[in-house]
Structures are given as C-alpha cells and as structure tokens.
C-alpha cells in the first residue's frame, strides 16, 4: 500500500516567518511527531528562559500549557501537518492582515524601502509586493495616503 503521509515542510517561507514574527504571541509550530519546526521571536525568548540548557524539549509542551499556552492543530482538508502553540504575549497587531503590512513595512526599513530587495527576501514577487504596499495603502517613500491628510493638505493620489 502507497504511503499516503505527505511529510510536513520543514522550511518556512521568509514572509511566513515574517507572518509568525509579526505575531503579539508566541507561536511554536511542531510537526506530526512533535518535533519544533518553528519558533517566532517571542517564542524563542519564552523557550529560552523556560528551558534548561542541559535539557531536552521532551517536555516542552506540558511546560509552553503550563505557561497559558493553547495548542491548535494545523491541517489542510484531512491532511495532518502538525501543531501550533500559542503562547500569550503583549497587545499587538490582532489580524493577520495587520501581521502581514507590519512584517512587509519592517522587512522594507530593513532594506531601506528597496522593493526588489525586499521582495526577494521575502520570497515574494515585485508585482505581489506592490500590489501589497496598495491595498495597505502604502507608497514607496514610507508614508500612507492619509499621511498628508492627518498635516491638513491633500491626500497623495
């Protein structure tokens, strides 16, 4: 009988890390047979003061429940990929759109809004990054549209 199992990925995309970096909490993605793939920033921070160096993670999910932690499966139709934990963190970002604008408009600083380079590192398309700074309202300089109309003048077109 055909394996019918397709293994979890086990390389996140750069804008979903972006996406799980954006997250208030921590997020810890585990695969199948409870292995981490992924930790966010503020995941690893919580792993680190909560785990002792010289133990292991065989533990590591009683202890991230322990911490107020709520575990959700992740499934695509039947298929089993893992788990994700959520670990309660500060007041941030509450929509995944909101994730997504804050991790393009952080990953653009970090590229000094040069779109090309900040697609590529996101693994997104030019055309998908600028269809994204739109529909944010966005532009290339760093401002929104509605900057100028919060100074009193007209808004950018």
Known sequence: ???????????????????????SEGVVVFDPQGKVLYANTQAREALAE???????????????AAMGGRLRPLRVGALELGEAMFIPGVDGPSTLADRERDAIVRTLDQHGWKLAETAKHLG??????????????LHRDGRSRWAKTAAGSEPLA
């Open 1 to 23: 009988m055909p394996d019918t199992h397709t293994p979890a990925p086990s390389v996140f995309s750069p804008l979903a890390k972006a996406l799980l970096d954006g997250f």
């Open 50 to 64: 909560l785990l002792d160096p010289v133990d292991d993670a065989q533990n590591l999910l009683p202890r991230l």
């Open 124 to 137: 997104i398309s030019r055309t998908t990054l600028w269809r994204r700074l739109k529909a944010y309202g």
